[in-house]
């Protein structure tokens, strides 16, 4: 009886250890798919649509008159894989994810600290407008 039941916890271990590896490897696309999109544009906003967070990082860049490359990951079949894979790389599944020349800045809040201190500005090489606005 207790070799049965050895038998059956290594069973079940093995079948976790395996889906384990399968879940990450099915990531490894999306993980190449966001990796090669951050290095390829300036600023790239992993993004929602509908997501006021969202729309507060994306007015930053507005103000700095930069375009981002955003990707809406809510307007994508493999959105949910892309926001997966995100959340491997950096740590984070939640929305906006913003890079800017290949470096993580973070999220909404991260972002407009870095415009509001100026760094963002220092990262793009713009100069910033002083009108004050803030977010």
Known sequence: MATRTI???????????????????STAPKAAF???TISSHEI????????PYC????????ELNQVPYVIELDERD???DIQDALAEIVGRRTVPQVF??????????????????????KLL???????????
């Open 7 to 25: 038998v059956s916890v290594i069973a079940v271990i093995i079948l976790a250890a395996s889906l384990c590896s399968v879940s990450s490897s």
């Open 55 to 62: 729309r507060r990082a994306k007015a930053v860049f507005k």
């Open 100 to 121: 800017i020349n290949g470096k993580h800045i973070g999220g909404s809040d991260d972002t407009v600290e870095a415009y509001e201190s100026g760094d963002l500005a």
């Open 34 to 36: 966001v990796k090669k």
């Open 125 to 135: 090489g713009v100069e910033m407008d002083d009108k004050g606005d803030e977010f």
């Open 44 to 51: 790239v906003i992993f993004s929602k649509s509908y997501c």
């Open 78 to 80: 493999d959105g949910r």
